[in-house]
């Protein structure tokens, strides 16, 4: 199937097609870009060590280019020619969660190439846990700078659909191997100085790094980072995630945000605007007047990782004007659904019991 140039390979089974991923790694290893599904969302790949296919990447998603990729690998070893060394606590990290959803920044070698690293003398690597992306990484015979394969701003994609939505006709190619099981990106972990810190909260939780490296802070708070001139995580400042419509998040206990909810979803219908509300599904029932999806439990990040990212660009489908998203606690898979809710909002608006007639 061919989509405005753009090539279509559905993968059913990763043996008899075989031969399409075959096709997509030569055409990473020629200087071209293929999307490809990993366990966390959709990445947009090139060859990592060509400076100038990792160009088109930024030209196909209008990415700022100093806002540094993740280079993806098939194996460990393959990290010794991209890191100027592999620290004991590197390697114990990626022993442990490899292949998996944690990114390590690490010094560069020379062999990376200013553009994949917008210009910083560190280098972000990781093992995705997805046979279709380390097959083609092992068919192109490099590793794969990618970043997600969408729009820069938008939210990320975790199906091949979401992907030709935003770039088909921009890129060479897109590998359909069914949605991602995690749906968030990685966890960031930079571990290039002395102390590791996470720079974005993703699939491997602090509670899971802590008993194998012991106590890991986090990057400064969001607006810090938005605001600084050189945050550790380049891609940290920009806006990120959001959809078209305005997003406007409710923190607080579950009782208060549907309280605060129904009064918004009344107040925004006097507007003549049309909402939408992303609801827990302890609350989901009770709001009328909106088009609700609902994310699942609020005890089950896990659940609303896997679905968020849909439902942000299925409200655009639906065309709302106004998307109020009801937080979830902040602890394990939770505190990287918030950071995507919160850099995904306009808006953040702390649902108290007593502040109910306050905004
Ligand atoms: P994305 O590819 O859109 O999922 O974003 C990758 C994230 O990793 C961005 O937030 C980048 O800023 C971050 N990143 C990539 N390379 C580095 C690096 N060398 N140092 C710090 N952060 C990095
Ligand atoms: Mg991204």
Known sequence: M????TRYWKIDDIHRDNQAIKEAGAIIARGGLVAFPTETVYGLGANALDGKAVKKIFKAKGRPSDNPLIVHVAGIDEVKKLSAGCSPRALKLMHTFWPGPLTL?????????????????????RMPDHPVARQLIAAAGVPVAAPSANLSGSPSPTTARHVLEDLAGRVDGVLDGGPSNLGVESTVLDIST?????????????????PVIGQVKYAAALEKD????????????????????????????????ARHTEELIKRYQGENKKVGVLASAE??????????????????????????????????????DVIIAEGMPDTGLGRAVMDRLRRAAGKIVKAAA??????
């Open 2 to 5: 061919q989509k405005n140039n």
């Open 226 to 257: 938005r605001q600084n001139i050189k945050p550790r995580s380049p891609g940290l400042k920009y806006k990120h995630y959001a959809p078209k419509a305005g997003v406007v998040l409710l923190e607080g206990r579950a009782e208060d945000i």
């Open 283 to 320: 609350n989901a029932r009770r709001y009328r007047g909106a088009e609700v999806l609902s994310y699942g439990s609020r005890g089950n990040p896990a659940a609303a990782a896997a679905v968020l990212y849909a439902a942000l660009r299925r409200f655009d489908m639906l065309g709302v």
């Open 105 to 125: 920044v690490l010094p560069k070698s020379r062999l990376v190439p200013p553009e994949v690293t917008g210009g910083l003398n560190t280098v972000a690597v």
């Open 354 to 359: 007593a502040e109910t007639d306050t905004f």
């Open 194 to 210: 002395g102390e590791p810190v996470i720079l974005r909260p993703g699939g491997i939780t602090a509670e899971q790094l802590i």
